[in-house]
């Protein structure tokens, strides 16, 4: 019996040798990043490239990381509104704050001009309005442990017999608006409700649309450039 069980165990082994590595796909400039360093100590395999959206891609979902910091100025600044619309363009994704053991998210000393409150509305936001989960990470290892037991859960298997999903009149006009960069939902009905029709806005001076969104007016001008 026990030469039995060794045999098994080396041939046990050598298959389980054979099993190919977790493959996670992270943004180059993440590189430096001490979450990268920990995924290589967990025994991933590393594909470093230009990530258009995210930090993050394993098995399909597609992870935003934040520090503390990055998460209170990117906030301040806009930036983080852009990087959410782009994340939803995945049908699995999350937002990790990562930092909250080696700093406070509502202490007001630490992000001057930034009150505790705001931060709590625009959690709720991402959370309610954008749909996209947030974990809090206690630091880049813990980040890296989150990401492993993500490695481990099974892909859906897509269904085949999914069906595109009918929109009316309004919806298709505001989904042509939303396709332009930058454009969500909000101000693509903006748009619509102020020039009723999308060749208004196609047409409209940049000084007009500028009175409804801002500097987003710029991306229509895209209708002017040649191929």
Same mark, same amino acid.
């Given at each position: 019996m026990k030469e039995i069980f060794n045999i098994f165990s080396k041939k046990h082994e050598? =298959? +389980? &040798?054979?099993?190919?590595?977790?493959?996670?796909?992270?943004? /180059?400039?993440?590189? &430096?990043?001490?979450?990268?360093?920990?995924?290589?100590?967990?025994?991933?395999?590393?594909?470093?490239?230009?990530? +258009?959206?995210?930090? /993050?891609? =394993? +098995?399909?979902?597609? =992870?935003?990381?934040?520090?503390? &910091?990055?998460?209170?100025?990117?906030?301040? &600044?806009?930036?983080?509104?852009?990087?959410?619309?782009?994340?939803?363009q995945y049908e699995n994704k999350l937002l990790i704050i990562e930092g909250i053991d080696e700093q406070e998210l509502y202490n007001e000393d630490n992000h001057p001009g930034m009150n505790p409150n705001s931060i709590r509305g625009f959690l709720l936001s991402i959370l309610l309005k954008h749909k996209i989960p947030v974990i809090y990470t206690k630091n880049s290892e813990d980040t890296a442990k989150f990401i492993q037991v993500i490695s481990r859960k099974k892909e859906r298997e897509t269904p085949l017999n999914i069906t595109k999903k009918s929109l009316n009149k309004k919806e298709q006009m505001q989904f042509i608006i939303e396709s332009f960069p930058g454009i969500g939902p909000t101000t693509a009905k903006k748009l619509l409700k102020e020039f009723k029709t999308i060749q208004n806005i196609i047409n409209a001076p940049q000084e007009e649309l500028k009175k409804v969104i801002g500097k987003k007016a710029d991306i229509f001008k895209i209708v002017e450039d040649n191929y």
């Open positions: 050598r =298959i +389980k &040798n054979q099993e190919p590595k977790p493959k996670i796909i992270i943004d /180059y400039r993440e590189k &430096n990043s001490l979450v990268a360093s920990e995924l290589i100590k967990l025994d991933f395999e590393i594909e470093f490239k230009e990530l +258009k959206v995210a930090d /993050y891609i =394993i +098995k399909g979902i597609a =992870i935003e990381r934040k520090t503390v &910091n990055d998460f209170t100025s990117s906030m301040k &600044n806009g930036h983080l509104i852009n990087q959410l619309e782009e994340l939803k």
